[in-house]
């Protein structure tokens, strides 16, 4: 069994960078972004063998939190991360009990170390980086409220013979979505054929989509076994199907609707049982009113549609890809890089993502390559990453803070604007997140 840590931290990206470390060293992370919160969650069946917290909270403060541990008895060690502002609070908290405290920015070795040093466990208990932990998890979900309605809709309509049309823009990772519908149906243990119809020249396509035999045309040297055939008792997915020609698509109409296919050059019928997924970065509807798509053929493929959002309108998902295509990228290039330091996050926030996550997977992989140190910094990134961020940065005029009821209006309009996000609301300000505490504190901004 993996020891449970509980991190108590309200800067998420933070708490999400040093959960994603301390998951590599195999350890069960739960966060928890307020006192109140980790109160609920150390109230729960989950025991916990050591608390990593900050010292400053929107609600109370990391002492409110030890003094609460002790009039409840809980026998949880507790290790502060404090700022240099805060080393005097850091002594009166291991007064009251913390086992230690860290300064911040975090040294991964030695918070390891004390880690270690607290936890009683015989060294064959302590976790591995192997242990329990999943390196390469094929999906992530997200938590975004994007996110959630999309995996919702494919969880009900996965179990059901529908056939979907997933749309989304280039980059958004609409193959994962459609092996996500595959393998949570009745056909998940027969095969997921996918066809990319953007690469398959017109002349070839009935017979990528439906075999031929041998000699049936020019070049024809052998047996071809077509993608429908392959994915027989599965799932058949093909990708921008508004790329095929008119001629393939009355094909295609032809073959879903008596689900039977004719190899080219064959006068024997195969009968099929797929269940089809396709998907498309274009309009169907203007294709339709353009005359290049079928509209019969249309409605076939698209009896439940799933739009999958631009990474840009998912921002809460945002550092958990990076994250994710941080692992990937360690695993694959034997690299054992932390996260990102605050610049290069910020950089992230502030980039619109054309491409997408296909786009974002690129950039990490690339800046993972160029890392030298534990993190990765804009030193690392592509230049079009830079660029944007740069003249994003020449447009933009700067607000100061000025007299305490400007400040007041500035900063309850830039925690509407970050939904309460007060880590973005800070560097929307230009101040840090400590100091817009403070403030909050001074104007009693509760």
């Not at 309509?157 to 049309?165: C, H, I």
């Not at 502030?350 to 534990?374: C, D, E, F």
């Not at 400007?406 to 973005?424: F, G, S």
Request: charged content about 30%; glycine content about 6%.
């Amino acid at each position: 069994m993996r020891i449970s840590v509980l991190i108590v931290e309200d800067d998420v990206t933070f708490s999400l960078m040093l959960k994603t470390w301390l998951g590599k060293k195999g350890f069960h992370v739960v966060t928890a972004a307020s006192v109140a919160d980790a109160k609920k969650k150390l109230e729960g069946l989950h025991p916990f063998k050591l608390i990593l917290s900050d010292l400053r909270f929107p609600d109370q403060d990391g002492i409110d939190l030890l003094r609460w541990l002790k009039e409840e008895r809980k026998q949880v060690p507790v290790i502060m991360m404090t700022g240099y502002a805060d080393i005097h609070t850091a002594v009166q908290a291991i007064k009251l009990g913390a086992a230690d405290y860290i300064s911040k920015p975090i040294n991964p070795d030695e918070l390891l170390k004390k880690i270690k040093e607290l936890i009683n466990e015989s060294p064959e208990q302590l976790p591995s980086e192997e242990e329990g932990f999943e390196k390469n998890p094929l999906y992530i979900e997200g938590t975004s409220q994007a996110a959630v309605s999309m995996y919702e809709h494919v969880k009900l309509v996965a179990p059901t013979e529908m056939s979907v049309l997933i749309t989304g823009s280039s980059g958004t990772g609409k193959e994962y979505v459609a092996r996500r519908i595959h393998e949570q149906s009745n056909r998940a243990n027969a095969p997921f054929i996918a066809v990319d119809c953007g690469a398959i020249p017109k002349e070839l396509a009935a017979s990528e989509f439906f075999g031929h035999i041998k000699g049936s045309f020019t070049g024809a040297i052998e047996n071809k076994t077509g993608a429908f055939v392959m994915a027989q008792g599965g799932t058949i997915f093909l990708d921008e199907i508004g790329n095929l020609s008119y001629e393939v698509q009355v094909q295609l109409l032809r073959a879903l609707q008596e689900r039977k296919i004719r190899p080219v050059g064959s006068n024997q019928e195969i009968a099929i049982d797929v269940r089809l997924v396709s998907a498309t970065n274009e309009n169907l509807r203007q294709s339709i009113e353009k005359g290049e798509f079928r509209e019969d053929l249309y409605h076939r493929i698209n009896e439940f549609s799933i739009r999958i959002p631009d990474l840009k309108e998912r921002p809460e998902d945002l550092l958990i890809f990076a994250n994710h295509f941080l692992d990937l990228a360690n695993n694959e290039l034997k690299k054992e890089i932390i996260g990102f330091d605050a610049e290069t996050i910020r950089l992230f926030q502030s980039y619109t993502w054309p491409g997408n996550l296909r786009q974002m997977k690129n950039v990490i992989r690339y800046a993972t390559l160029l890392a030298k140190g534990r993190y990765i910094t804009r030193n690392e990134l592509p230049e079009d990453i830079l660029a944007d961020a740069d003249a994003e940065k020449n447009d933009r005029t700067s607000t100061p803070l000025k007299d305490e009821s400007h400040e007041i209006a500035m900063i309850r309009k830039a925690l509407q604007e970050c939904n309460n996000n007060k880590t973005k609301a800070a560097q929307q300000l230009g101040i840090d997140r400590k100091t817009l505490y403070n403030k909050m504190k001074l104007y009693r901004m509760g």
